[in-house]
T-cell receptor, first 110, second 111 residues
């Protein structure tokens, strides 16, 4: 599975959009981009995933560049409850191994 | 409600003792996984199982053992051979078409 690179930490004001970047320059054509988040001492929670097209669900939007070498997770109106570690992962669609990096610590501040 | 149950939430053991962590799922998922997380770090894969009675080593399998006798259950044994067993252990399950669902973890402390 391809490796990902994320910033160590980011701050965001409450109510503003949080934009979390991820680089995955070695991604293969059949690998999806997944985003999870982990609140302290809990299991990771699935947020969203995509292959080529931008995706949106009730939690977030995922923007994938045309060359698929990077992506951005957007939380449109961040709240204090969105403070967590966010992991960007690439995974073959039917693959069984998810490789987690250290993720980005997002701090939402009032 | 469907989900993954890990028990207990906190576990304490003396060095040299084997300990088994429980993971049960009622999602009817074929695949199950065990990850280990150390403070400030990401998750590392210990073992995974794609089907009953079959499992594969992950990246850090040494000192651990698993069994998969039932679809719903994937217990992890931390043996005395594991040199640094104190960690947060996470169990997950999935189908080939779905994201992984995680339990809320077991924090193991070995002294």
């Amino acid at each position: 599975d391809a490796k990902t690179t994320q910033p160590t930490s980011m701050d965001c004001a409450e109510g503003r959009a949080a934009n979390l970047p991820c680089n995955h320059s070695t991604i293969s054509g059949n690998e999806y981009v997944y985003w999870y988040r982990q609140i302290h001492s809990q299991g990771p929670q699935y947020i969203i995933h995509g292959l080529k097209n931008n995706e949106t669900n009730e939690m977030a939007s995922l923007i994938i560049t045309e060359d698929r070498k990077s992506s951005t997770l957007i939380l449109p109106h961040a709240t204090l409850r969105d403070t967590a570690v966010y992991y960007c992962i690439v995974r073959v669609e039917y693959g069984n191994k998810l490789v987690f990096g250290a993720g980005t610590i997002l701090r939402v501040k009032s | 409600d469907g989900g993954i149950t890990q028990s207990p939430k906190y576990l304490f053991r003396k060095e040299g003792q084997n300990v088994t962590l429980s993971c049960e799922q009622n999602l009817n998922h074929d695949a199950m996984y065990w990850y280990r997380q150390d403070p400030g770090q990401g998750l590392r894969l210990i073992y995974y199982s794609q089907i009953v009675n079959d499992f594969q080593k992950g990246d850090i399998a040494e000192g651990y053992s698993v069994s998969r006798e039932k679809k719903e259950s994937f217990p992890l044994t931390v043996t005395s051979a594991q040199k640094n067993p104190t960690a947060f252990y996470l169990c997950a399950s999935s189908t080939p078409y779905s994201p992984l669902h995680f339990g809320n973890g077991t924090r193991l402390t070995v002294t």
